[in-house]
Structures are given as C-alpha cells and as structure tokens.
C-alpha cells in the first residue's frame, strides 16, 4: 500500500502534514512516497496551490491539513 505527499519543502503546513503521518505509518504500515512539485512543472501546475496533497494514486485524501477521517476511512477500504 502506497500514498504520496506532494509536498513543498518550504511550506510549514507541508511538514506539518509529514509528521501528522508518521503515526498513521507506523499503525498501517504503508509506503509513503514524497515528491516536492518544485523539481517537476508538471506537479508544480497540477498541485501548485494545493500542497500539501496527500494522494492514493490519482485519488485525493486531502489537502492543506490531514483529513483523519478521510486517511482513516480509506484505510479501512484497502485493508
């Protein structure tokens, strides 16, 4: 199982969010890739003013601030 954060390295709420996941990590055990949208334009016009995203695949989790609920309840899918 696999997420990804589309992350900005100067971004506090991004950080934020990275530390707010390491719990849920450590619980589910799943793999989470860190892209920052600054090394790719293509991520940069996608996920511009929307990082932090969290992502599972093409699907949305949340953005700006964890959405425990939202991670929770897609855990719960794929397990």
Known sequence: MKLTLY???YC???HRML???????ERYGFELE???VDDDPVLT???D????VLMAGET?????????E??????REIS
């Open 7 to 9: 992350f900005r390295e």
């Open 12 to 14: 506090s709420l991004c």
């Open 19 to 25: 530390a707010e996941l390491a719990p849920w990590r």
């Open 34 to 36: 860190v892209l920052d």
């Open 45 to 47: 016009e996608r996920f």
């Open 49 to 52: 003013e929307l990082v932090p």
């Open 60 to 68: 949305e989790i949340c953005h700006y601030h964890l959405d425990a």
């Open 70 to 75: 939202r991670l929770a309840a897609h855990l």
